[in-house]
């Protein structure tokens, strides 16, 4: 079982960037997506979910409006699509999935490896 990040990087400030998770090795019906961040230097913090159908979103206030968590069920894909980036997104980007809604939000049982996204002004 492996959920592989990508797409972080060096951008702007007000820039966008498109953050993919590719999950491998099973199958993850039913399983609720999410991405975390880890700022430097503090803990890691929820940034957004979403549910197996899609149907259901929720964000961290600091993200609402600037990004939009989805998922392409045939390629086992979950997305972070980040726009009017800020310094204070500077983070390493982490994708999740958990079978419980309640869960994702707060403590996955999986893990993908980090991404870097960096926010220059």
């Known amino acids: 079982v492996q959920l592989q990040a990508s797409g972080g990087g060096l951008v702007q400030v007000g820039d966008s960037l498109r953050l993919s998770c590719a999950a491998s090795g099973r199958t993850f019906s039913g399983y609720q997506w999410g991405w975390f961040r880890q700022p430097p230097g503090k803990e890691r913090e929820f940034v957004a979910a979403?549910?197996?159908?899609?149907?259901?979103?929720t964000y961290a206030d600091s993200v609402k409006g600037r990004f939009a968590i989805s998922r392409d069920k045939s390629k086992n894909t979950v997305y972070l699509q980040m726009n009017s980036l800020k310094p204070e997104d500077t983070a390493v980007y982490y994708c999740a999935a958990d079978p419980r809604w309640i869960t994702i939000m707060s403590d996955p049982r999986i893990w993908g490896q980090g991404t870097q996204v960096t926010v220059s002004s």
């Open positions: 979403i549910t197996w159908s899609g149907g259901t979103t």
